[in-house]
């Protein structure tokens, strides 16, 4: 066995990167892995415990990826742990959609009682979060026989067909797989930071824009009777962690109401916890109609879930369903992800993801590369310029301060075309983000005097 995990400080490097043993795991993966997939650097892991991460020669890291915003409650946190253990020695897999288990209804109970909103809500459990972005999907026009749907530019909802025709990130998620899902439009998602703000409008100018972009479409080319759902994300993701102003969920919310059109909240990144409240939504006191959920939900282990008010899920039995979605293994590792969650992760991303930000915002009194600090709770985004007036894109640089800081020992990803994302499991400390502030200050010192 190896030794007491937690005990181990990070970073830590004892070979080259990748090891010997990395660099024979990587050359055998590659021979049979999908070139679709994305590695930015050759890291390849052994374990995890914590925020911290071990590679297969034993260099360990400071993890602030949580495996892309997914093991909230950390690396193999010992009561999921013993959660998942205990569930797979009873019972590994009977399919919800056909028979009935207590993990299922337990967590369907619990997490129709935890959504935002007070009447009776309803749970349809799916394997990731394209898939609850699918399902989602259907469910808006099962239930409103209508056909369109909205979304918004920057926007990622998954790579299945329907969860693509919604997603409007990046082309190359998109090219190649024409014809997409028909009757989807995109606008604007409100990005304070690049907004030119008029001082004539009391909404934010980007806020603004956005909602004109809507009623714009209502008015040329889509009746809003015709429009099942607006799918949003609370916080921007893979665009670039951008954090709405606040007053946007609330106007979109009314511009919904106004037109009979479900509002549908894709949480899968910024819910369960990780924005210091459980949705990101509760931060500005918005009710959606659909919640997506997936990624944090199990701390790892493959669920997601869409949670609508009960009298929308009116589909009748055979309509939708998965095999696979509500397993009783992933059910028992969510509802203890739900307890850590609330005994204390949740207060943890709120107190360490300011201090985070406070310690960036710092760097960026010495930084002229960092134009952007930005977020909420333990979701915060850096965005990298050229120049703090043009705000030109310093996306080479970006990608190799990713490369520089994982040469260090510190795990990052990008998010958007020149952001360093901060998405660390919510059991980040303080001292933890202190170390890795360190590290990217030294890091961003070879751009000062450019
Ligand atoms: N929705 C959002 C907001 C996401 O960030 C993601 C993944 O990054 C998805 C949906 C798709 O989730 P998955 O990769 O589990 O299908």
């Given at each position: 066995m190896p030794e007491p995990a937690q005990e181990l400080p990070a970073p830590f490097l004892r070979t080259a990167l990748p090891g010997p043993r990395g660099q024979r795991l990587i050359a055998a993966d590659e021979q049979y892995t999908s070139p679709s997939y994305t590695r930015v650097y050759p890291l390849a892991v052994e374990r995890g415990y914590g925020a911290v991460i071990e590679d297969v020669d034993g260099n360990r890291f400071l993890d602030f990826t949580a495996g892309i915003a997914v093991c909230s409650t950390g690396h193999c946190h010992p009561r999921i742990v013993a959660a998942i253990q205990e569930q797979a020695a009873k019972l590994?897999?009977?399919?919800g959609t056909d028979f009935y288990y207590a993990p299922q209804g337990d967590l369907a109970k619990k997490l129709a009682e935890m959504a935002p909103g007070s009447g009776a809500k309803l749970v349809f459990f799916t394997n990731s979060g394209a898939e609850s972005v699918e399902a989602a999907f259907k469910l808006a026009r099962y239930h409103t026989g209508r056909q369109h749907m909205i979304a918004f530019f920057g926007g990622f909802h998954g790579r299945t067909m329907g969860a693509l025709s919604l997603t409007g990130s990046k082309v190359v998620q998109r090219r190649g797989f024409a014809p997409l899902i028909p009757m989807v439009s995109h606008v604007d998602y409100p990005n304070c930071y690049r907004c030119a703000q008029r001082?004539?409008?009391?909404?934010a100018s980007c806020c603004l824009d956005s909602l004109n972009q809507l009623e714009d479409l209502f008015k040329r080319?889509?009746?809003?009777?015709?429009?099942?759902g607006i799918i949003v994300e609370p916080i921007q993701g893979e665009s670039g962690y951008i954090v709405p102003p606040p007053e946007f969920h609330r106007e979109l919310r009314r511009l919904c109401d106004r037109h009979g059109i479900l509002y549908i909240a894709?949480?899968?990144?910024?819910?369960?916890?990780?924005?210091?409240?459980?949705?990101?939504l509760e931060h500005w006191g918005v009710v959606p109609d659909i919640v997506c959920l997936a990624k944090g939900i199990a701390s790892g282990m493959p669920l997601g879930a869409i949670i609508a008010r009960a009298e929308l899920m009116d589909w009748g039995p055979g309509s939708h369903a998965s095999t696979f979605g509500g397993n009783p293994v992933s059910c028992v590792a969510a509802l203890e992800t739900i307890k850590l969650l609330e005994d204390g992760l949740m207060h943890n991303a709120a107190t360490v993801g300011e201090h985070l930000q406070a310690r960036l915002r710092e760097l960026a009194s010495r930084h002229r590369l960092i134009g952007d600090v930005r977020g909420l709770g333990l979701m915060v985004g850096m965005e990298l310029v050229r120049d703090r007036t043009t705000k030109e894109h310093a996306s080479t640089e970006r990608d190799e301060i990713v490369q520089l800081c994982f040469r260090r020992g510190l795990l990052l990803l990008g998010c958007g075309p020149s952001t360093i994302r901060f998405c660390p499991p919510l059991v980040i400390t303080q001292e933890q983000c202190d170390v890795a502030v360190g590290i990217l200050d030294e890091v961003l010192a070879k751009w000062d005097g450019v």
């Open positions: 590994i897999h009977m399919s001082p004539s409008t009391a909404l080319t889509v009746a809003p009777q015709e429009v099942a894709d949480e899968v990144q910024s819910g369960m916890g990780r924005t210091g409240k459980m949705f990101a």
